[in-house]
Protein backbone atom coordinates (compact mmCIF):
# COMPACT_ATOMS: atom_id res chain seq x y z
CA UNK A 1 0.00 0.00 0.00
CA UNK A 2 1.51 3.39 -0.95
CA UNK A 3 0.78 6.26 1.96
CA UNK A 4 0.34 9.57 1.18
CA UNK A 5 3.63 11.98 2.13
CA UNK A 6 3.57 12.41 5.83
CA UNK A 7 1.64 8.91 6.60
CA UNK A 8 3.12 6.41 7.97
CA UNK A 9 1.34 2.65 8.81
CA UNK A 10 2.28 -0.63 9.99
CA UNK A 11 1.33 -3.85 8.32
CA UNK A 12 -1.39 -5.35 8.55
CA UNK A 13 -2.54 -7.60 11.64
CA UNK A 14 -2.44 -11.37 10.48
CA UNK A 15 -5.58 -12.40 9.65
CA UNK A 16 -7.16 -9.08 9.13
CA UNK A 17 -5.37 -7.97 5.79
CA UNK A 18 -8.53 -7.44 3.54
CA UNK A 19 -10.08 -5.28 6.24
CA UNK A 20 -6.75 -3.00 6.64
CA UNK A 21 -7.41 -2.80 2.93
CA UNK A 22 -10.98 -1.68 2.86
CA UNK A 23 -10.43 0.49 5.65
CA UNK A 24 -7.16 2.50 4.80
CA UNK A 25 -7.77 3.44 1.04
CA UNK A 26 -6.21 6.40 -0.62
CA UNK A 27 -9.18 8.52 0.39
CA UNK A 28 -9.75 7.42 3.78
CA UNK A 29 -5.73 7.84 4.42
CA UNK A 30 -5.81 11.63 3.01
CA UNK A 31 -8.45 12.52 5.17
CA UNK A 32 -6.76 11.19 8.15
CA UNK A 33 -3.71 13.06 7.65
CA UNK A 34 -5.93 16.28 6.89
CA UNK A 35 -7.76 15.42 10.20
CA UNK A 36 -4.86 15.02 12.23
CA UNK A 37 -2.17 17.69 11.08
CA UNK A 38 -5.48 20.43 10.85
CA UNK A 39 -5.95 20.06 14.89
CA UNK A 40 -3.07 18.19 16.24
CA UNK A 41 -1.38 21.13 17.73
CA UNK A 42 -4.69 21.84 19.67
CA UNK A 43 -5.06 18.63 20.59
CA UNK A 44 -1.31 18.97 22.34
CA UNK A 45 -2.86 22.47 23.64
CA UNK A 46 -5.27 20.58 25.72
CA UNK A 47 -3.21 17.91 26.94
CA UNK A 48 -0.51 20.68 28.19
CA UNK A 49 -3.89 22.75 30.08
CA UNK A 50 -4.19 19.89 31.87
CA UNK A 51 -0.83 19.52 33.28
CA UNK A 52 -1.16 23.33 33.80
CA UNK A 53 -4.41 22.66 35.74
CA UNK A 54 -3.02 20.09 38.01
CA UNK A 55 0.22 22.20 38.53
CA UNK A 56 -2.02 25.09 39.76
CA UNK A 57 -3.97 23.35 42.05
CA UNK A 58 -0.89 21.48 43.58
CA UNK A 59 0.90 24.67 44.08
CA UNK A 60 -1.68 26.93 45.56
CA UNK A 61 -3.62 24.11 47.38
CA UNK A 62 -6.65 25.31 45.81
CA UNK A 63 -10.27 23.27 45.26
CA UNK A 64 -11.82 23.90 42.18
CA UNK A 65 -15.26 26.07 42.21
CA UNK A 66 -18.08 27.07 39.55
CA UNK A 67 -16.02 29.71 37.46
CA UNK A 68 -16.48 33.46 37.71
CA UNK A 69 -15.19 34.05 34.07
CA UNK A 70 -17.81 31.81 32.72
CA UNK A 71 -20.38 32.91 35.19
CA UNK A 72 -22.24 34.51 32.09
CA UNK A 73 -23.30 31.21 30.62
CA UNK A 74 -24.73 30.00 33.79
CA UNK A 75 -26.68 33.29 34.44
CA UNK A 76 -28.10 33.06 30.84
CA UNK A 77 -31.60 31.26 31.01
CA UNK A 78 -32.22 31.98 27.25
CA UNK A 79 -29.73 29.12 25.72
CA UNK A 80 -30.50 25.82 24.94
CA UNK A 81 -28.84 22.33 23.00
CA UNK A 82 -30.68 21.70 19.66
CA UNK A 83 -32.79 18.90 19.97
CA UNK A 84 -31.85 15.45 19.44
CA UNK A 85 -32.97 12.98 16.03
CA UNK A 86 -35.78 11.35 17.16
CA UNK A 87 -33.46 7.76 17.54
CA UNK A 88 -32.26 9.42 20.67
CA UNK A 89 -35.38 10.40 22.61
CA UNK A 90 -35.76 6.94 23.59
CA UNK A 91 -32.91 5.81 25.15
CA UNK A 92 -33.88 4.28 28.48
CA UNK A 93 -31.11 0.98 28.33
CA UNK A 94 -28.05 1.03 26.57
CA UNK A 95 -25.62 -1.89 26.19
CA UNK A 96 -22.03 -0.99 27.71
CA UNK A 97 -18.89 -1.69 27.57
CA UNK A 98 -19.05 -3.45 24.14
CA UNK A 99 -16.08 -4.08 22.89
CA UNK A 100 -16.36 -3.69 18.85
CA UNK A 101 -13.61 -6.52 18.05
CA UNK A 102 -15.82 -9.19 19.97
CA UNK A 103 -18.18 -9.76 16.69
CA UNK A 104 -19.85 -12.49 18.90
CA UNK A 105 -21.03 -10.40 21.44
CA UNK A 106 -21.56 -7.35 18.62
CA UNK A 107 -23.94 -9.08 16.63
CA UNK A 108 -25.96 -10.61 20.00
CA UNK A 109 -26.32 -6.61 20.91
CA UNK A 110 -27.29 -5.42 17.45
CA UNK A 111 -30.16 -8.40 17.76
CA UNK A 112 -31.24 -7.13 21.56
CA UNK A 113 -34.38 -5.06 22.17
CA UNK A 114 -31.66 -2.35 23.62
CA UNK A 115 -32.37 1.28 22.72
CA UNK A 116 -28.78 1.99 22.18
CA UNK A 117 -25.38 0.04 22.19
CA UNK A 118 -22.04 1.74 23.47
CA UNK A 119 -19.33 1.09 21.16
CA UNK A 120 -16.51 0.96 23.41
CA UNK A 121 -12.83 1.62 21.72
CA UNK A 122 -11.85 2.97 24.88
CA UNK A 123 -12.57 1.49 28.60
CA UNK A 124 -13.95 -1.91 27.62
CA UNK A 125 -11.57 -1.95 24.51
CA UNK A 126 -8.01 -3.35 24.71
CA UNK A 127 -6.20 -1.30 21.80
CA UNK A 128 -4.26 -3.67 20.01
CA UNK A 129 -3.99 -3.16 16.07
CA UNK A 130 -5.92 -6.04 15.78
CA UNK A 131 -8.80 -4.99 17.93
CA UNK A 132 -8.88 -1.52 16.55
CA UNK A 133 -9.04 -2.76 12.97
CA UNK A 134 -11.06 -5.20 14.00
CA UNK A 135 -13.60 -2.91 15.99
CA UNK A 136 -13.92 -0.37 12.83
CA UNK A 137 -14.69 -2.88 10.38
CA UNK A 138 -17.28 -4.85 12.55
CA UNK A 139 -18.95 -1.38 12.79
CA UNK A 140 -18.22 -0.68 9.03
CA UNK A 141 -20.43 -3.78 8.45
CA UNK A 142 -22.83 -3.23 11.19
CA UNK A 143 -23.66 0.15 9.61
CA UNK A 144 -23.91 -1.35 5.80
CA UNK A 145 -25.80 -4.03 6.19
CA UNK A 146 -23.39 -6.93 6.16
CA UNK A 147 -23.78 -9.24 9.26
CA UNK A 148 -26.47 -12.17 8.62
CA UNK A 149 -29.23 -12.20 10.94
CA UNK A 150 -29.18 -8.39 12.03
CA UNK A 151 -31.60 -6.15 11.79
CA UNK A 152 -30.78 -3.38 9.50
CA UNK A 153 -28.84 0.25 10.84
CA UNK A 154 -32.26 1.69 10.92
CA UNK A 155 -34.12 -1.03 12.89
CA UNK A 156 -31.36 -1.90 15.17
CA UNK A 157 -30.11 -0.50 18.25
CA UNK A 158 -28.39 2.80 17.93
CA UNK A 159 -24.86 3.03 17.76
CA UNK A 160 -23.15 5.20 19.88
CA UNK A 161 -19.45 5.21 19.03
CA UNK A 162 -17.01 5.60 21.74
CA UNK A 163 -13.63 6.62 20.70
CA UNK A 164 -10.81 6.62 23.04
CA UNK A 165 -9.59 9.21 25.13
CA UNK A 166 -7.22 12.01 24.61
CA UNK A 167 -5.02 10.10 26.83
CA UNK A 168 -3.98 8.09 24.33
CA UNK A 169 -2.18 7.17 21.19
CA UNK A 170 -1.97 4.98 18.42
CA UNK A 171 1.44 3.13 17.73
CA UNK A 172 0.73 1.92 14.05
CA UNK A 173 -0.32 4.97 12.49
CA UNK A 174 2.37 8.23 12.16
CA UNK A 175 1.52 11.64 10.61
CA UNK A 176 4.00 14.59 10.01
CA UNK A 177 6.80 11.99 12.30
CA UNK A 178 4.00 12.07 15.21
CA UNK A 179 1.80 8.92 16.66
CA UNK A 180 -1.59 9.77 15.74
CA UNK A 181 -3.54 10.52 18.66
CA UNK A 182 -6.67 7.62 19.46
CA UNK A 183 -8.99 9.63 19.43
CA UNK A 184 -8.75 11.22 16.29
CA UNK A 185 -8.07 8.09 14.50
CA UNK A 186 -10.87 6.33 16.18
CA UNK A 187 -13.13 9.06 14.91
CA UNK A 188 -11.34 9.45 11.94
CA UNK A 189 -12.02 6.30 10.41
CA UNK A 190 -15.03 5.67 11.75
CA UNK A 191 -16.78 9.00 10.48
CA UNK A 192 -14.94 8.37 6.77
CA UNK A 193 -16.56 5.02 6.31
CA UNK A 194 -20.08 5.32 8.35
CA UNK A 195 -20.85 8.83 9.13
CA UNK A 196 -22.72 9.51 5.60
CA UNK A 197 -24.83 5.94 5.74
CA UNK A 198 -25.68 6.54 9.31
CA UNK A 199 -27.17 9.96 8.42
CA UNK A 200 -28.59 8.60 5.52
CA UNK A 201 -30.50 6.17 7.55
CA UNK A 202 -31.15 8.47 10.62
CA UNK A 203 -29.28 6.54 12.66
CA UNK A 204 -26.26 8.83 13.65
CA UNK A 205 -23.26 9.48 13.48
CA UNK A 206 -23.73 9.94 17.37
CA UNK A 207 -20.88 9.11 20.26
CA UNK A 208 -19.47 9.27 23.40
CA UNK A 209 -16.53 11.53 24.36
CA UNK A 210 -14.75 9.91 27.27
CA UNK A 211 -12.73 11.55 29.98
CA UNK A 212 -13.20 15.44 28.50
CA UNK A 213 -11.84 17.59 31.57
CA UNK A 214 -12.85 21.01 30.91
CA UNK A 215 -15.12 23.35 27.85
CA UNK A 216 -11.56 23.90 26.13
CA UNK A 217 -11.69 20.59 25.62
CA UNK A 218 -15.32 20.46 24.60
CA UNK A 219 -14.61 23.53 22.57
CA UNK A 220 -11.85 21.42 20.58
CA UNK A 221 -14.42 18.47 19.82
CA UNK A 222 -16.56 20.62 18.29
CA UNK A 223 -14.32 21.83 16.18
CA UNK A 224 -13.69 18.61 15.22
CA UNK A 225 -17.18 18.11 14.64
CA UNK A 226 -16.97 20.96 12.23
CA UNK A 227 -14.50 20.61 10.21
CA UNK A 228 -15.37 17.10 9.98
CA UNK A 229 -19.12 17.86 8.64
CA UNK A 230 -17.71 20.23 6.34
CA UNK A 231 -15.17 17.65 4.64
CA UNK A 232 -17.68 15.15 4.25
CA UNK A 233 -21.21 17.41 3.14
CA UNK A 234 -22.66 16.72 6.51
CA UNK A 235 -25.21 19.47 7.55
CA UNK A 236 -24.26 21.64 10.83
CA UNK A 237 -25.08 19.33 13.53
CA UNK A 238 -25.45 16.26 11.80
CA UNK A 239 -22.86 14.80 14.53
CA UNK A 240 -24.28 14.27 18.26
CA UNK A 241 -22.54 13.41 21.46
CA UNK A 242 -22.99 12.49 24.65
CA UNK A 243 -20.01 13.67 26.75
CA UNK A 244 -18.85 11.71 30.24
CA UNK A 245 -18.39 13.50 32.73
CA UNK A 246 -16.14 11.28 34.91
CA UNK A 247 -13.76 14.28 35.88
CA UNK A 248 -14.19 16.29 39.22
CA UNK A 249 -12.78 19.12 37.62
CA UNK A 250 -15.40 18.67 34.81
CA UNK A 251 -18.04 18.35 37.42
CA UNK A 252 -17.65 22.27 37.62
CA UNK A 253 -17.74 23.06 34.14
CA UNK A 254 -20.78 20.79 32.84
CA UNK A 255 -23.34 23.79 31.98
CA UNK A 256 -20.12 25.41 29.67
CA UNK A 257 -19.20 21.82 28.36
CA UNK A 258 -23.14 21.95 26.92
CA UNK A 259 -22.57 25.27 25.55
CA UNK A 260 -19.23 24.68 23.39
CA UNK A 261 -21.76 21.47 22.07
CA UNK A 262 -24.63 23.42 21.74
CA UNK A 263 -25.63 21.89 18.12
CA UNK A 264 -23.84 18.74 18.41
CA UNK A 265 -24.72 17.64 21.95
CA UNK A 266 -27.00 14.30 23.15
CA UNK A 267 -26.22 15.14 26.76
CA UNK A 268 -24.16 14.24 29.49
CA UNK A 269 -23.11 10.66 31.50
CA UNK A 270 -22.30 10.09 34.71
CA UNK A 271 -20.59 7.45 35.92
CA UNK A 272 -19.47 6.18 39.55
CA UNK A 273 -15.64 4.48 39.03
CA UNK A 274 -13.62 7.14 37.17
CA UNK A 275 -15.36 9.94 38.60
CA UNK A 276 -14.00 8.78 41.87
CA UNK A 277 -10.41 7.94 40.75
CA UNK A 278 -10.16 11.31 39.23
CA UNK A 279 -10.37 12.12 42.96
CA UNK A 280 -7.22 11.01 43.81
CA UNK A 281 -5.93 11.66 40.42
CA UNK A 282 -6.13 15.64 41.37
CA UNK A 283 -5.82 15.57 45.10
CA UNK A 284 -4.49 12.06 46.30
CA UNK A 285 -1.63 13.19 47.75
CA UNK A 286 -4.40 15.29 49.89
CA UNK A 287 -4.63 13.88 53.26
CA UNK A 288 -8.16 15.64 53.71
CA UNK A 289 -9.44 13.99 50.13
CA UNK A 290 -8.40 10.02 51.59
CA UNK A 291 -11.13 7.66 49.60
CA UNK A 292 -12.23 5.06 51.62
CA UNK A 293 -12.51 1.53 51.08
CA UNK A 294 -14.59 1.61 47.47
CA UNK A 295 -16.27 -2.09 48.40
CA UNK A 296 -17.75 -0.90 51.77
CA UNK A 297 -18.08 2.92 51.47
CA UNK A 298 -18.25 4.45 48.00
CA UNK A 299 -21.96 4.34 46.80
CA UNK A 300 -24.17 6.73 44.63
CA UNK A 301 -25.88 7.44 47.76
CA UNK A 302 -22.94 9.15 49.20
CA UNK A 303 -23.14 12.82 49.09
CA UNK A 304 -20.31 13.80 46.94
CA UNK A 305 -21.82 11.33 44.14
CA UNK A 306 -25.36 11.89 44.44
CA UNK A 307 -24.56 15.48 44.42
CA UNK A 308 -22.59 15.18 41.31
CA UNK A 309 -25.69 12.86 39.14
CA UNK A 310 -28.33 15.27 40.75
CA UNK A 311 -26.40 18.60 39.29
CA UNK A 312 -25.67 16.80 36.32
CA UNK A 313 -29.59 16.24 35.52
CA UNK A 314 -30.42 19.70 36.79
CA UNK A 315 -27.99 21.14 34.58
CA UNK A 316 -28.71 18.41 31.30
CA UNK A 317 -32.72 19.40 31.52
CA UNK A 318 -32.27 23.24 32.47
CA UNK A 319 -30.74 23.28 28.76
CA UNK A 320 -32.97 20.77 27.14
CA UNK A 321 -30.01 17.95 27.28
CA UNK A 322 -30.35 14.36 28.16
CA UNK A 323 -28.80 12.76 31.05
CA UNK A 324 -28.06 9.37 31.77
CA UNK A 325 -26.77 7.06 34.43
CA UNK A 326 -23.89 4.53 34.48
CA UNK A 327 -23.20 0.84 33.68
CA UNK A 328 -24.72 -1.97 35.95
CA UNK A 329 -21.98 -4.21 35.97
CA UNK A 330 -23.57 -7.07 37.35
CA UNK A 331 -23.80 -10.38 36.03
CA UNK A 332 -26.86 -12.37 36.02
CA UNK A 333 -26.63 -15.81 37.28
CA UNK A 334 -28.19 -18.15 34.02
CA UNK A 335 -30.56 -20.27 36.28
CA UNK A 336 -33.38 -17.65 36.54
CA UNK A 337 -35.04 -19.78 39.19
CA UNK A 338 -32.25 -19.15 41.35
CA UNK A 339 -31.76 -17.35 45.01
CA UNK A 340 -28.62 -15.46 43.20
CA UNK A 341 -30.40 -14.39 40.18
CA UNK A 342 -33.17 -12.78 42.54
CA UNK A 343 -30.60 -11.29 44.79
CA UNK A 344 -28.48 -9.57 41.65
CA UNK A 345 -31.38 -8.47 39.89
CA UNK A 346 -33.08 -6.91 43.26
CA UNK A 347 -29.53 -5.29 43.73
CA UNK A 348 -29.69 -3.58 40.63
CA UNK A 349 -33.21 -2.99 40.23
CA UNK A 350 -32.47 -0.96 43.56
CA UNK A 351 -29.22 1.14 42.14
CA UNK A 352 -31.04 1.50 39.15
CA UNK A 353 -34.25 2.79 40.39
CA UNK A 354 -32.23 5.52 42.60
CA UNK A 355 -30.69 7.15 39.32
CA UNK A 356 -34.45 6.95 37.53
CA UNK A 357 -35.55 8.26 40.57
CA UNK A 358 -32.90 11.02 39.93
CA UNK A 359 -34.49 11.94 36.74
CA UNK A 360 -32.03 10.44 34.55
CA UNK A 361 -33.39 9.53 31.18
CA UNK A 362 -31.11 6.26 30.70
CA UNK A 363 -28.40 4.42 31.94
CA UNK A 364 -26.28 1.09 30.48
CA UNK A 365 -26.44 -2.37 31.31
CA UNK A 366 -23.39 -5.29 30.34
CA UNK A 367 -25.57 -8.39 30.78
CA UNK A 368 -27.76 -8.37 28.26
CA UNK A 369 -30.70 -10.36 30.13
CA UNK A 370 -30.97 -7.16 32.12
CA UNK A 371 -32.48 -5.16 28.92
CA UNK A 372 -35.73 -5.78 29.52
CA UNK A 373 -36.23 -5.77 33.09
CA UNK A 374 -34.79 -2.68 33.04
CA UNK A 375 -36.50 -1.36 30.22
CA UNK A 376 -39.74 -2.52 32.32
CA UNK A 377 -38.82 -0.24 35.37
CA UNK A 378 -38.31 3.00 33.42
CA UNK A 379 -41.81 1.79 32.29
CA UNK A 380 -43.45 1.92 35.80
CA UNK A 381 -41.60 4.99 36.98
CA UNK A 382 -41.45 7.42 34.38
CA UNK A 383 -44.75 8.22 31.47
CA UNK A 384 -43.40 9.32 27.96
CA UNK A 385 -39.56 9.39 26.26
CA UNK A 386 -37.99 10.94 28.83
CA UNK A 387 -37.60 12.71 31.51
CA UNK A 388 -36.52 16.49 30.26
CA UNK A 389 -39.19 17.58 32.03
CA UNK A 390 -37.97 17.54 35.39
CA UNK A 391 -35.54 20.26 35.75
CA UNK A 392 -35.28 20.13 39.48
CA UNK A 393 -35.26 23.95 40.17
CA UNK A 394 -35.17 22.85 44.03
CA UNK A 395 -31.87 21.73 43.94
CA UNK A 396 -28.79 23.69 44.96
CA UNK A 397 -25.44 21.89 44.41
CA UNK A 398 -21.98 23.71 46.24
CA UNK A 399 -18.81 23.14 45.52
CA UNK A 400 -18.73 21.43 49.70
CA UNK A 401 -21.39 19.05 48.17
CA UNK A 402 -19.36 18.01 45.52
CA UNK A 403 -15.89 17.75 47.24
CA UNK A 404 -17.33 15.76 50.06
CA UNK A 405 -15.45 12.75 50.71
CA UNK A 406 -17.75 9.76 52.65
CA UNK A 407 -16.12 8.89 55.96
CA UNK A 408 -14.71 5.40 56.32
CA UNK A 409 -11.57 3.24 56.15
CA UNK A 410 -9.86 0.69 54.73
CA UNK A 411 -11.03 -2.89 55.04
CA UNK A 412 -8.57 -6.60 54.21
CA UNK A 413 -11.12 -7.26 51.92
CA UNK A 414 -11.31 -4.42 50.06
CA UNK A 415 -7.13 -3.76 49.48
CA UNK A 416 -6.99 -7.51 48.34
CA UNK A 417 -10.00 -6.57 45.86
CA UNK A 418 -8.56 -3.82 44.53
CA UNK A 419 -5.19 -5.82 43.96
CA UNK A 420 -6.71 -8.60 41.98
CA UNK A 421 -8.81 -6.69 39.83
CA UNK A 422 -5.94 -4.34 39.14
CA UNK A 423 -3.93 -7.22 38.31
CA UNK A 424 -6.51 -8.70 36.28
CA UNK A 425 -7.00 -5.82 34.35
CA UNK A 426 -3.43 -5.83 33.33
CA UNK A 427 -3.16 -9.41 32.52
CA UNK A 428 -6.31 -8.57 30.35
CA UNK A 429 -4.53 -5.61 28.33
CA UNK A 430 -1.60 -8.23 28.33
CA UNK A 431 -3.65 -10.92 26.29
CA UNK A 432 -5.50 -8.28 24.60
CA UNK A 433 -8.67 -7.98 25.82
CA UNK A 434 -9.91 -4.72 27.77
CA UNK A 435 -12.09 -6.27 30.21
CA UNK A 436 -12.83 -9.65 32.43
CA UNK A 437 -15.15 -10.95 34.65
CA UNK A 438 -14.61 -11.38 38.28
CA UNK A 439 -16.70 -12.54 41.31
CA UNK A 440 -20.15 -11.90 39.32
CA UNK A 441 -19.54 -8.78 37.41
CA UNK A 442 -17.59 -6.87 34.37
CA UNK A 443 -14.68 -4.92 35.62
CA UNK A 444 -13.07 -2.88 32.81
CA UNK A 445 -10.45 0.18 32.78
CA UNK A 446 -13.30 2.07 35.32
CA UNK A 447 -12.86 -0.52 38.04
CA UNK A 448 -9.30 -0.52 37.71
CA UNK A 449 -8.58 3.21 37.97
CA UNK A 450 -10.24 2.78 41.02
CA UNK A 451 -8.75 -0.14 42.43
CA UNK A 452 -5.00 1.22 41.75
CA UNK A 453 -5.66 4.26 42.73
CA UNK A 454 -7.03 3.83 45.95
CA UNK A 455 -3.73 1.04 46.71
CA UNK A 456 -1.56 4.01 45.73
CA UNK A 457 -3.44 6.67 47.69
CA UNK A 458 -3.50 4.60 50.75
CA UNK A 459 0.21 3.63 50.45
CA UNK A 460 0.95 7.35 49.84
CA UNK A 461 -1.16 8.22 53.53
CA UNK A 462 -0.08 5.09 55.60
CA UNK A 463 -4.05 4.41 56.34
CA UNK A 464 -4.66 1.78 58.70
CA UNK A 465 -6.73 -1.61 58.24
CA UNK A 466 -9.86 -1.48 59.90
CA UNK A 467 -9.10 -5.53 60.58
CA UNK A 468 -6.20 -5.29 62.61
CA UNK A 469 -4.80 -1.87 62.77
CA UNK A 470 -1.87 -2.45 60.34
CA UNK A 471 -0.24 0.23 58.36
CA UNK A 472 -0.88 0.12 54.48
CA UNK A 473 3.25 -0.01 53.04
CA UNK A 474 5.00 -1.20 50.36
CA UNK A 475 5.80 -3.87 51.95
CA UNK A 476 1.72 -4.87 53.00
CA UNK A 477 0.81 -4.77 49.68
CA UNK A 478 3.80 -6.81 48.51
CA UNK A 479 2.91 -8.77 50.77
CA UNK A 480 -0.69 -9.16 49.85
CA UNK A 481 -0.32 -8.94 45.97
CA UNK A 482 1.68 -12.20 46.44
CA UNK A 483 -0.85 -13.73 48.15
CA UNK A 484 -3.37 -12.68 45.85
CA UNK A 485 -1.55 -13.89 42.71
CA UNK A 486 -1.55 -17.38 44.49
CA UNK A 487 -5.17 -16.95 44.72
CA UNK A 488 -5.39 -16.14 40.82
CA UNK A 489 -3.62 -18.80 39.82
CA UNK A 490 -6.62 -21.08 40.54
CA UNK A 491 -9.48 -18.45 39.43
CA UNK A 492 -7.91 -17.54 35.93
CA UNK A 493 -6.91 -21.39 35.59
CA UNK A 494 -3.06 -20.64 34.90
CA UNK A 495 -3.15 -24.08 33.42
CA UNK A 496 0.18 -23.04 31.18
CA UNK A 497 3.76 -21.57 31.55
CA UNK A 498 2.70 -18.49 29.09
CA UNK A 499 -0.43 -17.87 31.54
CA UNK A 500 1.28 -18.18 34.71
CA UNK A 501 4.42 -15.76 33.58
CA UNK A 502 1.50 -13.05 32.34
CA UNK A 503 -0.06 -12.74 35.67
CA UNK A 504 3.42 -12.97 37.19
CA UNK A 505 4.03 -9.85 35.13
CA UNK A 506 0.96 -8.71 35.56
CA UNK A 507 1.35 -8.14 39.00
CA UNK A 508 4.77 -7.02 38.63
CA UNK A 509 3.10 -3.75 36.37
CA UNK A 510 1.09 -3.37 39.36
CA UNK A 511 3.00 -2.92 41.95
CA UNK A 512 5.23 -0.47 39.94
CA UNK A 513 2.37 1.66 39.09
CA UNK A 514 0.90 1.53 42.45
CA UNK A 515 4.21 2.47 44.28
CA UNK A 516 5.60 5.76 42.22
CA UNK A 517 6.16 8.34 43.76
CA UNK A 518 4.07 10.81 41.34
CA UNK A 519 0.58 9.48 40.58
CA UNK A 520 0.11 8.02 36.88
CA UNK A 521 -2.33 9.85 35.73
CA UNK A 522 -4.11 6.98 33.70
CA UNK A 523 -3.41 3.22 34.30
CA UNK A 524 -4.00 3.22 30.53
CA UNK A 525 -1.96 5.55 29.54
CA UNK A 526 1.17 3.88 31.60
CA UNK A 527 0.13 0.32 29.80
CA UNK A 528 -0.12 1.35 26.66
CA UNK A 529 3.53 2.88 26.56
CA UNK A 530 4.79 0.52 28.44
CA UNK A 531 7.70 -1.65 26.38
CA UNK A 532 6.11 -5.11 27.45
CA UNK A 533 2.70 -4.12 26.14
CA UNK A 534 3.95 -2.68 22.80
CA UNK A 535 6.23 -5.72 22.57
CA UNK A 536 3.59 -8.57 23.08
CA UNK A 537 1.04 -7.23 20.81
CA UNK A 538 3.88 -6.06 17.68
CA UNK A 539 5.47 -9.33 18.12
CA UNK A 540 2.18 -11.46 18.85
CA UNK A 541 3.37 -13.07 21.57
CA UNK A 542 4.41 -11.87 25.95
CA UNK A 543 7.90 -10.16 25.92
CA UNK A 544 8.37 -11.45 29.39
CA UNK A 545 12.12 -11.00 29.46
CA UNK A 546 11.80 -7.18 29.35
CA UNK A 547 9.96 -7.33 32.85
CA UNK A 548 11.26 -10.37 34.45
CA UNK A 549 8.99 -11.66 37.05
CA UNK A 550 9.90 -11.13 40.56
CA UNK A 551 7.03 -12.36 42.89
Same mark, same amino acid.
Given at each position: ????????????????????????????????????????????????????????????????????????????????????????????????????????????????????????????????????????????????????????????????????????????????????????????????????????????????????????????????????? *???? #?? !??? @? =? +?? /????? &??????????????????????????????????????????????????????????????????????????????????????????????????? *???? #?? !??? @? =? +?? /????? &???????????????????????????????????????????????????????????????????????????????????????????????????????????????? /???????????????????????????????????????????????????????????????????????????
Amino acid at each position: MSCPEGVELSSPPRGLEEEYSRLFTADALLFLRELVSTLDEEVDQVLKLRVLRKAQLDLSGDLPGFSEATSYIRSDPTWRVLPVPPRLQRRHVDVGDLAPCDTQRLMQALQSPAQGLQIDFDDGNCPTHYNQIKGIHNVYKAVHNQFPNVPSISQAPVLMLRPRAWNMVDHNMMVNGKEVPGPLYDFGLLMFHCGKTLFKYKSGPFFYLSKVESFMEARLWNKIFVWTQ *NKLG #LP !LGS @I =K +AT /VLIEN &VLAAFEMEEILYELQEHSAGLNCGIWDYSASFVNKFGHREAFLLPDRSKYVSMEKRFLRSYMELLVQTCHRRGAFATGGMAAQLLPQDHRSPSHRTTLA *NVTR #LK !LLE @I =K +AG /VDGFM &VYDLGLIEAMQKLFQMHIRGDNQLHRVRDDLTVTPDDLLSMPTGGVTLYGLEHNIAVGVLFIDAWLLGKGHFFYRGQVEDSATAEISRSQVWQWIRHEARLEDDNRLVTRGL /VTDLTQKVVRELRVVTCCDTARAEQRLLTAAEMFLEVVQKRDFPEFLTTYLNLDHTFISSHTNGRLAAGNHKPKL
